[in-house]
């Protein structure tokens, strides 16, 4: 058989259908040698099966009483996996908790007590995602993805002022709890990107059409990032600064977001940092508080010239006295 893990599910699947299996048989049936069902008979033992040995001239295996357990292996990395992947749905955006929950019951159950033991301490508290994806919808978007079919849908937050859309789904992406289509727009003839969580998809679909490949030739999770920099392709900020801030950097460390660290030395460290604009750069740097260089490049340090200047002429006073209507005399 082609690999050791499906030839073990099969040694297993046969262990179940009959009480006592002659090694022979097991070797001829799977196409192995009598060595190499031993080997996956003590690996399946380590798994926690119990599988006994079948004494006599012919020599065999036995499926232990209590143990006919469906043919599911699992080793201690696939487990956990299993585990973390499951108890992290609510943070994934897809509304289907319940069906998370009941699945890890369900895969527990077949899993040897060992690893039974092993997901049972896994246990964790998640922050749910705010916008729900209905599963329906990611499964409708996804088979025309996958089928290459014009999808019709209402884009809105509510369906009642959704408005109607006709695309060629490109793919669907994850991102830090949202879910998202990437698409060719048919009527505004554009690349646009939607969210799963306001789309409501329209049956039927429409007809197949010929994929196209998005601009710069990137994937669709790097096109999503650039967009969302306000790029048209490349995975950039628009704007990109340098500074030297008089602070040590593990009091910047945690809260780097995708901003780039150097230390220096005990007090001091270069920070680069992206953002939609060089105002937005000086907003990041100042809210730790710090005097801090600008290194580079002029534009930041002219943004930070015209920062100073505007904080320097806001008022002091209420800004109440400015635009509250004074009353009418006798009202």
């Known amino acids: 058989m082609a690999g050791s893990s499906s030839r073990m599910l099969a040694l297993l699947s046969l262990l179940q259908t009959q009480r006592d299996w002659p090694g022979a048989v097991l070797a001829e049936r799977l196409e192995v040698s009598p060595r190499t069902v031993r080997r996956d008979v003590d690996r399946l033992r380590e798994l926690g099966y119990r599988i006994g040995a079948i004494k006599g001239p012919d020599g065999g295996y036995r499926l232990a009483a209590g143990s006919e357990l469906p043919p599911l292996l699992f080793d201690d990395e696939q487990a956990v996996a299993v585990a973390v992947a499951l108890q992290s749905i609510p943070a994934s955006g897809i509304d289907i908790d319940e069906g998370a929950e009941r699945a890890l019951a369900t895969v527990r159950q077949v ?132 500074v030297v801030i008089d602070l040590p950097a593990r009091e910047i460390a945690p809260y780097l977001e995708d901003a780039t660290l150097e230390e220096l030395d005990a007090g001091h460290c270069r920070l680069t940092v992206g953002s939609w604009s060089w105002t937005g750069i000086l907003a990041f740097v100042v809210r730790f508080d710090a005097p801090f260089t600008i290194e580079g490049p002029a534009a930041l340090s002219e943004a930070s010239a015209a920062l100073s200047a505007r904080l320097a002429a806001a008022p002091t006073r209420a800004l109440r006295d400015r635009y509250v209507t004074p009353k009418a005399p006798g009202t």
């Open 111 to 242: 899993m040897p007590s060992r690893l039974r033991h092993r997901i049972d301490g896994i246990r964790f508290q998640g922050s749910p995602a705010a916008d729900r994806v209905d599963p329906a919808v990611l499964e409708a978007v996804s088979a025309a993805v996958r089928d290459r079919h014009v999808l019709r849908f209402d884009y809105g937050a509510t369906e009642s002022d959704a408005a109607r859309r006709r695309v060629e789904p490109h793919d669907v992406v994850s991102r830090q709890g949202r879910w998202y289509l990437i698409a060719w727009d048919l009527d505004r003839e554009d690349w646009r990107i939607f969210r799963l969580d306001r789309l409501h998809p329209r049956i039927p679909t429409g007809p197949a059409f010929t994929p196209r490949a998005l601009p710069g030739g990137v994937d669709a999770r790097t096109f999503l990032a650039a967009r969302s920099k306000g790029s048209d392709a490349a995975d950039r900020w628009p704007c990109i600064g340098t």
